[in-house]
Structures are given as C-alpha cells and as structure tokens.
C-alpha cells in the first residue's frame, strides 16, 4: 500500500514537537492561558526541550546509519517534554482531547520500535483511533468540544462527530482489508475535519492546540496525495537531507537563542521601567502628600490666623481657608470645624456645605490625635463627591481647638496626568480597607482595587517590588508596586506582557518564515542540483568505464573551506557588537529615564510657584487691588529666588553637558584665594539675611595667591557653601576654613546639619546620587552639584572629600588644591 504501510508516527512526532517546541520559544507568553499557568514557568525550558528531542529523532530518520542511540536519545527527551506536557495541560485541567491524543502518540512511537513493526509505520492506525476516540466523544459529551469547532459549526457538534466516526471506521476497514482508495478517501476526509479544528482553535489563539491538529491536518492530506515515500538513496537524497537539516534546523535554533536573548533583554528593561515608573508616580504622591501637609502645618501655626480663629474674625477666617483653597493649586476643597463638629467655615467649592461633622473619622483623628496632619481613607462627602481629606488641629489656647480641613477631589487625582499614567495601568489604593484612589483606565473609585483581584494583599504588603500575576482572562501582567511613604498609600502600575513583547513575537514569526521559505528553496535547489551532480558523474563514470579505469579506485572528495567558519567567526563578532550595543543603550536609556524624571520633578518645584504668584499678581492687578510696597518687594523677591533656582539647575545641567562631551576647560590666571572667599560669603550673607551671624570665615589676614581658574573656585566654594546650608536647620553655624598646609592650599566647609550615612559616602559625588537622609529631607537640586565638585577639584589637580559622624553629626567637604593648576603646569 505504499506511503499507507511506511508512514511513520515519529514522523508526526517530529513535526509535532518542531511545531509547538517553535511556538514555546518563539511566543511563550501565549501559553498564559489558565490551563497553561502550570507549565508557564518553564515553557521556554519546555519547548527547548521539544525542539532537540524533535530535531534529534529528525536527524536519525534522515541519516539511517547513524548509531541507534541517538534516535533513542530524540525519542526519550520528545516522550519526557509530551509527558509534562500531558500531565500539566491536561490532567490537572481535565482536558478531554488532549488525555487521549498525547498517550495514544506516545505508545504508538514506542510500538513502532517493537520487532513487529520493523520497517512499518502506525501513522495511519494512530490517525484512525484519534478519528474514533473524538467522534464517540463528540456524539456522547458535544459540550466539552465546542472550542474545537467553528462558531458556525458549534450548534452541530453531534453531526461532526458522527463525520469522525464515519471516516475513521472507514480508514480503519480500509487498512485492514487493504483497500487504498478507501483509506486515501477517509484521510481526505480527516483532513478536512482537522482543519476545521485549526482554524477553530487560532480563532481562540490557542497556539499549542493549533499546531497540533495543523500537524495532524497535514498528515492526512499527505496520506491522501502521495503515492509513494522518495527513496532515501543517491546524490539527490543526501542533498535533500544536509539541505533540510543544514537550512532550516540552524536557522530555528540562532533565531531561538536571539529570540531568547531578545525576550531577556526586553524584560529586564520593562522590569527596570516599571519600577521607575512606580516609583515616580510614588513621588510625586509623596511630593504632594508633603506639601498638603506642611502648607495645614503652616496655616494651622499662623499666629495671625489663630488670633483670627480665637477672635471669631469671620472675614478673615475665611479669607484664610478660601487661600487653601484657591490659591496653593493643591486643595480642591477647605473648611473649618469646631471642637463639637460644627462648621465654623464651609468650602467654597462645595455649595458652602454646613452641618456637625462630628462623626467623620478625619475629625476624630484631628481632634484627639495631637498636632500631626492626618490623612483620611477615602470617602463620598455629603455632596456626593469622592474625597480624601488632610486635617489638623489648630491649638486656640486654654484648652480651645478646632480643626482645619483641606479636601483633595478623587476625580480630580484620577484625571491628572504622570510619567506612569501615560504609558501604564496605574491604580492607588488605600492599604487599609484596599479602596481605590485612583485608576488610570476606567477611573474607577471608591471601589475595591483590582489588582487585590489577582494577587493577595499579603504579595503587595513589601515596600515595593516587580512581580507577575495573570488577569481574569488568563493574560500575564507585569506588576510593579510602591508604598508612598507617610501614607498608607499603595501604588500598583501593571503592564500587559503580550503588548510588550508583541516586536519578539513579530521577530520570531519573521524568523520561523524565513526558515520555512529557507527550507522550501533549499530543497527545491538540493533537487536542482542534486540533478545536475547526478548527470555529471554519470558521464564521469561512463568515460572512466571507456577508458578501462577501475571505477572502485577512483575517489571524490568533498572538501569545505573556510566559509563557514569565517561566517561564525563574523557572526560571533555581530552578536557580540550588538550585545554591547544593547547594554550600552539599555544604559543610556536608563540614565535619560532618571534624568528626565529628576529634571521634570525639579523644574517644576520653582515653576509652580512662579506661576501660581504671576496668576496672583495677574488677578490684583484686574481686580485694581494694588499691593502695598512691602508685599510687592516680598513678591519680586521670591519670584527673583525660584528664577536664580532655575538658573542652578540649568547651570547645573550645562555643566553636565560639558563634562561628557569634553568641553570642561579651565581658565588659569594668577588670583587671591582669600579675598574670593570673603567675596562668597559677603554674596551669600546678603542673599541670605536669615543666615546673618551664622556664616564664619577662617582665612590668612595676608593674600592667598596661586594659578586657579578663579570662575570655577567661585562655583566650587558657592556649592559647598549652599549645601551646607541647605542641608542645615536654621539658627545653626556654618563654618569656611581657608589654610596653606603642606605647600598646598586647604579649604573646608564645615556644618552641623543632618550629617551622611557611612555607606553613602562612597557614592557622594556621583552624578544624580542623593543619600537616603537626604532624600527624605529633600532641598531640592538634581544631584549633581557634588558631581561638578568633585571634576573642578580634580581637573586643578586637587582632590575633594567629605566626612561624618552619621546621620544628624553634621558634615565636612575638605578641598586640597595645588598652588598651581595641573592644566597650567600641562
């Protein structure tokens, strides 16, 4: 009977594992359905798996006279990977099909090994009893084969499984009684059948499904077709087999390793970038939560404000609260309680709302729980809005209180746009009751947070992490999360994997494609070419007959040369540029993402109130109220002082600049070190008064001369110098020390503010590093002040160090400079 009695199960086999061992390397983050979560942490090990024993029994098929080890090697990892294959896709998740397909493919390739079988294949047997096995099923359970049809066809699931029971009686009545035309009918037939089931199953995108009857679709159309198995022999044959392993094979195997490596590369970036999403969003939370605070801190401080309170100046109270709320840009509603709950001053923006508040959980904690600013869970006010309140308790004296209020709008926070909320899921939650804050996709509020739908409160309770979770349609999520501190916020960004991945997966289809198109052509050319050798060597062997040359002594060799090897060598030199290239840009790309999001933050902090004077000034000034000389000078002096902080940091960013791309010169020229540093500190005292008496300068009465870039020393001793206040509480000294010792010149910056951490002293001066205290205390500034330091000292020749006791002991830069500058001794 031809191909009927010669065709193998092991090759199904084959062509199984190739296909679904592709399918698991090349887009393993399909297999994320519910019955595949299982096996979805090691489906890239699986599928490798499924590749080699595949790829290992294909090649002893091709070459025969190989040692028999090695199909037995093919067979033994192929039957390993089918195995827990089996048993996690579709034992635990009681899958009806595949617990009868995969046992059945596994005893009939070892049955073929048996003595019995030798040089006869069982593929069409093993088709017929599938055909059978899912007919009976179909006519007996229709419910549990729905997914495996069309939608077209689902109501008539009986009536396809009466067509499998048909054509695999038939087969199997045409293989028993030998008769050809009846069994190339039923595999016709089958074909039909299973691909009504591929197209069922891609519908639904259930890769490892589609492949399988794709295959066995395949098989049955074949059987139906050939006649005959080409004979395994002769030139043609030997370039047909090195063609299909030597094209297709190597190209599956480069384009999973790259594949692989791609994915690797991809999620260690999406990792990092979801953390720093998280973490920004976490900032700007914190940022804002801090400055609601300090400004009820502030207000609630006031000596004028509790004069008002204490007097029951109501035009001034409510001047006061409506400033809260309508000129910090930061509170959507302001009021005012009494100790009893009653309203001394209702918000604006809530219709003047009045009534006893006593019973809301923000009052109490203001109330009785000493001067802190409380942060409430979230709530529907009585107008039916939802809110999150800060409130605090304002001290009357005698014993009197009453508490100040100031609201944030839920929907408002949902509607403002972050570095996270523009390219990821985010959702806020309260970590005591688990409700929602925020969320980015359907605004949702006052809710229950979906993310506590996948994962356990206990998997988010960490400080923060990177985790993955699968959604309620069985899809992997990325999940980063933060605790914003001083709250009992938590903030979830998620990210969807498939989304991610989508260029891999478009990657790898390209590389299956091209393999598949390099494997058609190649064996098309085996065929051209193996024709072609054949001609020749028969008129070769014809003339050596003519001749009388022994044919036997005659020997043809088939040397190689260098191409090949010349090839790897230059591809290995490809993958390696272009793995430094990847780490290189994965580099770059991390520092720009934390430049850019430290540059945002910092523009914005003096930008902010820039524009919320300019809007003040603006309206006084439509309004004809004029300001008094005192107010306008304050004014001009604060706009004056968020515009020298814009010029630091864009200083600051120049310099930078310079730094990398080698343009940071110095300008050496004979100078006075003392008499600059008198100038430093007469400039710094006269900007800032409050400092006045705290300021110290130590220097040699005489004149401190040497060969400085005396521009650069001016920037170098004015950021020491403000950082040393910055990073001090008021009322405390700050000591400048100027010195010869030891033929060089010495200067230190001495403080006795909230001191370095012994492990961030290492780090100090590098650029962007801030120290942990120093983070929490923030002063502002993008962290690279110590940076441009630490490259002034050392490009004059010099060296820059700092030292502290700890946290709160204070610190001390110490600068050592040459007399000369290095540069202008070069």
């Avoid at 400055?291 to 007097?311: C, H, M, T, W, Y």
């Avoid at 024709?531 to 020749?536: E, G, L, N, S, T």
């Avoid at 950021?719 to 990073?727: D, F, G, I, K």
Wanted: hydrophobic letters at 50%; aromatic letters at 8%.
């Amino acid at each position: 009977m031809g191909i009927l009695e010669r065709a193998r199960v092991e090759w199904f086999a084959a062509a199984f594992g190739l296909v679904v061992g592709t399918t698991m390397v090349f887009v393993p983050y399909e297999f994320g359905a519910a019955i595949f979560q299982v096996i979805y942490p090691y489906v890239r090990s699986l599928g490798s798996l499924f590749l080699v024993g595949s790829a290992t029994m294909l090649a002893a098929m091709l070459y025969p006279t190989w040692p028999p080890f090695v199909g037995w090697l093919g067979r033994v990892l192929f039957l390993a990977a089918v195995a827990f294959y089996w048993w996690a896709a579709t034992v635990l998740p009681r899958g009806i099909t595949g617990f009868i397909l995969y046992p059945l493919m596994a005893g009939m390739l070892l049955l073929e090994r048996a003595h019995r079988f030798q040089g006869r294949g069982l593929l069409p047997v093993f088709i017929a009893c599938v055909a059978l096995s899912f007919g009976g099923l179909m006519v007996l359970v229709p419910s549990s084969f729905i997914r495996l049809s069309l939608l077209a066809f689902g109501p008539f699931i009986r009536l396809l499984g009466g067509a499998f029971l048909a054509t695999g009686a038939l087969l199997a009545v045409g293989l028993w009684r030998g008769h050809e035309r009846a069994c190339r009918i039923a595999a016709g037939s089958m074909s039909v059948l299973f691909l009504n089931m591929t197209l069922a199953l891609g519908s639904r995108g259930s890769w490892a499904g589609m492949g399988v009857y794709a295959v066995l679709a395949l098989a049955c159309l074949l059987l139906w077709r050939m006649r005959q198995v080409p004979a395994p022999s002769g030139v043609r044959w030997r370039l047909f087999r090195g063609m299909a392993l030597a094209s297709v094979l190597p190209i599956l195997g480069v384009g999973a390793v790259t594949s692989y490596v791609a994915q690797r590369a991809i999620s260690a970036e999406l990792r990092g970038k979801a953390q720093q999403a998280v973490l920004a969003e976490t900032a700007w939370l914190e940022q804002s939560a801090a400055i609601a605070r300090s400004l009820l801190r502030s207000q609630s401080r006031d000596p004028g404000f509790i004069e008002a309170v204490r007097n029951g100046d109501r035009k001034e109270m409510v001047e006061r609260v409506e400033l809260l709320e309508n000129d910090t840009g930061l509170f959507d509603a302001a009021w005012l309680l009494d100790a009893t709950g009653e309203t001394l001053v209702p918000s604006k923006r809530l219709n003047r709302l009045t009534g006893n508040f006593a019973e809301r959980e923000y009052f109490q904690q203001a109330l009785h729980g000493g001067d802190a600013v409380w942060v409430s869970r979230p709530f529907l006010t009585r107008a039916g809005l939802p809110f999150i309140v800060f409130s605090t308790r304002v001290d009357l004296g005698d014993g009197q209180r009453v508490v100040l209020v100031g609201g944030l709008s839920l929907n408002r926070l949902g509607l403002q746009s972050t570095l996270a909320s523009r390219s990821y899921h985010v959702e806020l939650f309260d970590r005591r009751d688990g409700i929602l804050l925020r969320e980015t996709e359907r605004g949702d509020v006052l809710t229950r947070a979906p993310v506590l739908g996948m994962l356990a409160p206990e998997a988010l309770s960490a400080r923060e992490g990177v985790l993955e979770a699968f959604n309620e349609s069985g899809r992997r999520l990325l999940v980063a999360h933060a605790q914003v501190p001083d709250t009992e916020w938590t903030v979830v960004v998620t990210a969807r994997l498939r989304e991610a991945f989508a260029p891999v997966t478009r990657m790898g289809a390209w590389v299956v494609g091209i393999a598949v198109l390099a494997g058609a052509i190649s064996l098309l050319l085996s065929q051209w070419v193996g024709r072609d050798v054949a001609v020749r060597l028969e008129t070769l062997r014809d003339g050596f007959a003519a001749l009388g040359t022994p044919a036997r002594e005659l020997r043809v060799q088939a040397l190689g040369d260098d191409e090949v090897a010349q090839l790897a060598d230059g591809f290995n030199d490809m993958a390696a540029r272009i793995d430094r290239t990847q780490k290189e840009l994965r580099e770059a790309i991390a520092i720009r993402d934390q430049f850019l999001s430290m540059a945002s933050h910092e523009l914005r902090t003096p930008l902010t109130p820039l524009k919320a004077t300019l809007e003040l000034l603006i309206r006084q000034s439509e309004s004809g109220v004029g300001l008094t000389p005192e107010r306008q000078r304050a004014t001009f002096e604060r706009l004056t002082r968020q515009v020298d902080r814009l010029t630091r940091l864009i200083g600051d960013m120049l310099d930078v600049s310079r730094l990398q791309s080698g343009r940071f010169a110095l300008t050496v020229a004979p100078m006075d070190l003392t008499a600059l540093a008198l100038e430093v500190m007469e400039r710094i005292q006269s900007t800032r008064p409050e400092r006045q008496g705290l300021l110290s300068l130590d220097a040699p009465d005489g004149q401190l001369v040497g060969r400085w870039d005396e521009q650069r020393l001016d920037q170098l001793l004015t950021n020491l110098v403000e950082n040393a206040l910055r990073y001090s509480p008021p009322g405390t000294p700050v000591s400048v020390r100027v010195r010869e010792e030891d033929g060089q010149v010495r200067m230190d910056v001495e403080d006795r503010g909230i001191g370095i951490p012994q492990e961030s002293l290492p780090q100090l001066f590098t650029p962007f590093f801030r120290a942990r205290n120093a983070t929490e205390h923030y002063a502002g500034g993008l962290g690279l002040g110590l940076a441009i330091c630490r490259e002034i000292v050392e490009r004059h020749g010099g060296r820059i160090q700092a030292s502290s006791e700890g946290p709160g002991k204070g610190t001390c830069f110490t600068v050592w400079l040459p007399r000369a500058a290095v540069a202008d001794a070069a």
